[in-house]
């Protein structure tokens, strides 16, 4: 089974950035799809931006396009998530999730492996 240990959430100002990252230990298949996941208080956890880890294929959602940037590093084993231009609005706890798969998976529902998530918190 796969575990996930996110790092690098902070507080920042609007226009700010921060870089999460994902180590992930326990992989048994040999490519996954990674996502990046939030959720803030009172709302439904929603997709940010997923890869795969095999072919480098990415999915962002529109809420972030231009801004987010997410990443693998095979050899380490980590995901990472470069947050750019950061808006109050971007303030939740992010998660990180793995699925095996030969695509990058956009909804939480297609995972079955996630961190314990690291706080991400935009004043303006």
């Known amino acids: 089974q796969v575990q996930l240990v996110e790092s690098g959430g902070g507080s920042v100002q609007a226009g700010g950035s921060l870089r999460l990252s994902c180590a992930a230990s326990g992989y048994t298949y040999s490519t996954y799809s990674m996502g990046w996941f939030r959720q803030a208080p009172g709302k439904e956890r929603e997709g940010v931006a997923a890869i795969h880890t095999g072919g480098g294929n990415t999915y962002y959602a529109d809420s972030v396009k231009g801004r987010f940037t997410i990443s693998h590093d095979n050899a380490k084993n980590t995901v990472y998530l470069q947050m750019n231009s950061l808006k109050p609005e971007d303030t939740a706890m992010y998660y990180c999730?793995?699925?095996?798969?030969?695509?990058?998976?956009?909804?939480?529902?297609?995972?079955?492996?996630w961190g314990q998530g690291t706080q991400v918190t935009v004043s303006s």
């Open positions: 999730a793995a699925e095996p798969s030969f695509i990058p998976l956009r909804y939480s529902y297609e995972y079955s492996a």
